[in-house]
């Protein structure tokens, strides 16, 4: 069964809930109260020099919702993720730690994921859940520009320590071809490109929340975070799903 005839198949008949494997239901009420009760600051081992927020622990039904869209192909589970991260977005906003849609428009960046991981699961999980949490902004512009890939040669990350985890990443995390194909005044045409910030198309006025499922060490975040500011955009923060502590 392909990708795409599952995905319609667990959007028409809802297996079990994701977070907790209630049957009957995609996402039952007490596993939307838990995920949705805040949103909180984390510090990684490894600091972005941003500030970093997560909806909770990687645990219960966080951890069980990022494993069935991640390993068990579960796609349909990104819409309520979805619908957790927007609501952190407006908490945040509540709580003047990015502005509101009226002052800064709101760009939501997926960190990268291994392009063998993407394919085995049947595109990119971080990106469908950014893409869920914009559609459930609905009366604001969201953009989701994938403009970070990793390299060849990043290994799984699963039981590498710390400074593993960084040497991992390390260098290994760029701009998307279709990006950074486009240097400081090239002919691209027949225009010449100003700087890559506009390559990357990110006003530097725009509110950028880098998004991933989980933050471990925050090794992925803090390259990902130098990528995009090395190419003159600036980020205001990584919002995930669940934070390891």
């Known amino acids: 069964m392909n990708a795409t005839v599952r995905t319609l198949l667990d959007l028409a008949l809802p297996r079990e809930c994701g977070g907790c494997g209630a049957g009957g239901t995609l996402w039952c ?9 805040a949103v909180e600051r984390v510090s990684p081992r490894v600091d972005p020099g941003v500030p ?28 309520p993720l979805g619908r957790v991260l927007a609501h952190a977005v407006e908490q945040l906003r509540i709580w003047g730690e990015i502005d509101p849609p009226e002052l800064s428009r709101l760009v939501l960046v997926p960190a990268p994921t291994r392009a063998r991981a993407a394919r085995v699961r049947g595109g990119d999980h971080v990106e469908r859940c950014a893409r869920a949490t914009a559609a459930e902004l609905r009366h ?9 890939r990793m390299r060849r040669g990043v290994r799984d990350s699963v039981g590498l320590s710390a400074s593993e985890r ?10 998307a071809p279709s990006y950074s194909a486009r240097s400081p005044g090239r002919r691209h045409r027949g225009r010449t490109e100003p700087d890559v910030a506009e390559c990357v198309r ?12 989980v933050l471990t060490t925050g090794a992925t975040a ?24």
């Open 52 to 79: 970093c927020w997560a909806l909770g622990p990687y645990s219960g039904a966080r951890r069980s919702a990022v494993l069935e869209l991640k390993e068990r192909n579960r796609h349909d589970v990104a819409v």
């Open 222 to 245: 803090t390259e990902s975070v130098s990528v995009l500011e090395n190419s003159g955009v600036r980020v205001d923060g990584v919002l995930v799903v669940a934070a390891v502590r």
């Open 140 to 148: 604001e512009v969201v953009r989701i520009p994938s403009v970070l």
């Open 166 to 175: 960084q040497a991992n990443v390390a260098g290994r995390i760029e701009l």
């Open 29 to 37: 009420p007490r596993c939307e109260a838990t995920v949705c009760s």
């Open 202 to 213: 990110i006003p530097r006025e725009r509110t950028v929340l880098l998004v991933d499922d």
